[in-house]
């Protein structure tokens, strides 16, 4: 299997505070990881460092595509994104005051081209290009069960629903790696079955990798193929979910040392 | 795509309508040159108030340097016209204006669209401030006196046409793929940059476009009123463009029209009641702001489309 995302000896220092230090990792093609930790482990800046939303401090990334490898640190999120690097958020942030299908449209922005001319003056390629964009969003959003709630604000959607169409949206720009940060977060265990169902379906029917961060553990045991602990900013150990859940080093760190 | 197009008919029907509305009204003589003075300003209004709100309601970047760019346009059309005295000239000059207000905006927006709410609010008044007083110390400008005795050609048909192509290119621009990528960026910064948006070209482009259009609503303003002086583009010029905007509705062009509109005919109005007209005028704004705190239209706009898929429905309904 080759790998698609190698991360070698990442670092993210916020001034004394070392967030991430010396994590390396890598992501295969179509493979579903998970990534865990106690509250402030660093999980959410790994996810920062990964997309582009902050800068590395020091250590590389690098993405391997058809034609080569592309390193990517230091590379501004909106490239970062339009390389195949997509990724939703902890706390929601869809585009709150515009309806359900811009806010998918918008994902597909930089991967339709219509010059400045042909929209202003509204050339008929200009209406063919916006079809094809609306059949497209609509298409993705039928597969997801939101055909109904294409014309609604997206601050109108029930909270379930929400980070479903932050999911939709992430794979609007058609990733080929998909970070999901805590989809499970605040919902109900029936809703947190719907939504294990619904990644594995994302992950088959796109062929997508995905990289999930999660505190549900029975949504991370049953999902992922393999597992990386984050604990203190560095790697605490990787494995199938079986050896972790034997690890002794990570139920230290979830649960502390024995009295 | 016929159905587009049939929108597309409706609002050329409504501008030509217009057009001979305003025509007939004159050569009858209802529309005196009084109240055609007032109808031109509203016009320039309304050109300077969308493309603020394409800034700020829809880009979410706090302007308050729309005088400036408005000042480059009136001072490209005073220079070029008084030297190039023809109808051609005023059309270059008017196009000079928008080369040179792009370049302005380009110059002032990438280092200051960095900034966020406040921040950039003082940074683009501090910009326009500059480039008042650059002119009202150059020669060529006539310093702080100002230019008069501009040839005039922008009579209310020009500025009119005007009013309908900057407000054609800043909805088209709204309603589109370059629309949605600015609103996500009002909307959400990081998240929009996640989804592959270059944030800072989507607010410079939309910075760029209003700056372009205020650059021909000076133009206008110059050829019309034929005097200018640096002092007409200052802070209160920018302020007024704002009270446009906030009043119709931070988001809504239609709401900028009304707002324009309501604003103009109150002023013009209120010019019997002397040293009062101030105070009515702020009263007035007040009253509004307490009452429709999102402005008169909110973001709510006028739809050919939606109007038509109404009735659609209702026929349905009724049959």
Redesign the interface.
């Known amino acids: 299997m080759s790998k698609l995302l190698q991360v070698e000896n990442l670092v993210k220092n916020f001034g004394g505070l070392t967030a991430v230090s010396n994590v390396s990792m890598h992501l295969d093609n179509n493979e579903l990881v998970a990534l865990i930790g106690p509250n402030g482990a660093g999980k959410t800046t790994l996810f920062n460092l990964l997309?582009?939303?902050i800068p590395a401090s020091s250590g590389s990334i690098v993405l391997s595509g058809e034609n080569g490898t592309y390193p990517l640190n230091g590379k501004?999120?909106?490239k970062i994104?339009?390389m195949g690097l997509?990724?939703t958020?902890q706390n929601i942030?869809?585009?709150?005051?515009?309806s359900v299908l811009?806010n998918v449209?918008?994902?597909m922005?930089?991967?339709?081209k219509?010059g400045?001319i042909p929209?202003?003056?509204?050339f008929?390629s200009?209406?063919k290009?916006?079809?094809r964009?609306v059949a497209e969003a609509k298409k993705l959003l039928a597969i997801f069960e939101l055909t109904d709630d294409v014309d609604v604000l997206a601050k109108n959607l029930p909270y379930g629903t929400q980070r479903r169409l932050e999911i939709v949206?992430?794979l609007?720009?058609k990733p080929q790696i998909l970070f999901l940060d805590e989809p499970a977060a605040g919902m109900n265990p029936e809703e947190t079955a719907n939504l294990t169902q619904l990644i594995l379906k994302v992950q088959h029917s796109f062929h997508i990798t995905i990289l999930l961060i999660e505190h549900d553990m029975s949504l991370v045991m049953n999902l992922a193929q393999r597992i990386y602990v984050l604990d203190h900013g560095s790697l605490l150990a990787q494995g199938t979910p079986d050896e972790i859940q034997a690890n002794p080093a990570v139920i230290k760190a979830y649960l502390g040392e024995e009295a | 795509?016929k159905a587009?197009f049939k929108y597309?008919l409706v609002w050329l029907i409504i501008m030509v309508a217009g057009f001979y509305l305003m025509n007939t009204l004159i050569l009858v003589g209802v529309i005196d040159s009084f109240i055609e003075n007032m109808l031109v300003t509203i016009g320039i209004n309304i050109i300077l108030a969308t493309g603020l709100n394409l800034i700020i309601g829809f880009a979410g970047q706090f302007s308050l340097g729309h005088a400036g760019f408005m000042a480059i346009g009136a001072y490209a059309t005073a220079i070029v016209t008084q030297t190039a005295s023809t109808p051609g000239g005023f059309y270059a000059s008017i196009f000079i204006g928008i080369v040179i207000s792009i370049v302005a905006a380009l110059i002032v927006g990438v280092p200051t669209l960095r900034l966020r709410g406040d921040y950039l609010a003082i940074a683009t008044m501090g910009a326009s401030e500059i480039i008042r007083i650059l002119i009202n110390n150059m020669k060529i400008t006539g310093g702080a006196a100002g230019m008069f005795n501009i040839p005039q050609f922008a009579d209310w048909p020009t500025v009119y046409i005007m009013v309908c192509v900057t407000t054609?290119?800043i909805v088209?621009?709204i309603h589109?793929?370059?629309g949605?990528?600015v609103?996500?960026v009002r909307?959400?910064e990081?998240?929009?940059?996640?989804?592959?948006?270059?944030?800072t070209k989507w607010k410079l482009a939309a910075f760029v476009l209003g700056a372009s259009t205020a650059a021909v609503a000076g133009s206008l303003h110059a050829s019309y009123l034929q005097t200018i002086a640096p002092n007409d583009f200052g802070i209160m010029e920018s302020i007024s463009i704002l009270i446009i905007v906030v009043l119709g509705g931070v988001g809504s062009i239609t709401g900028t029209f009304v707002a324009a509109v309501v604003l103009g005919v109150l002023d013009t109005v209120l010019q019997n009641f002397g040293a009062l007209r101030m105070v009515i005028y702020a009263a007035a704004l007040i009253l509004i702001m307490i009452f429709k705190p999102s402005g008169l239209l909110g973001?709510w706009e006028l739809s050919i489309k939606k109007i038509f898929s109404r009735s659609k429905r209702k026929e349905r309904v009724e049959s």
């Open positions: 997309t582009g939303v501004p999120a909106y994104a339009d997509s990724r958020f942030r869809l585009f709150k005051n515009l811009d449209l918008i994902a922005t930089s991967k339709f219509e400045f929209t202003i003056f509204r008929p200009y209406y290009t916006e079809a964009l949206r992430a609007a720009t | 795509m587009n597309n054609i290119i088209n621009f589109s793929r370059a949605r990528a609103k996500s909307e959400d990081i998240a929009a940059e996640a989804m592959g948006i270059n944030v973001t």
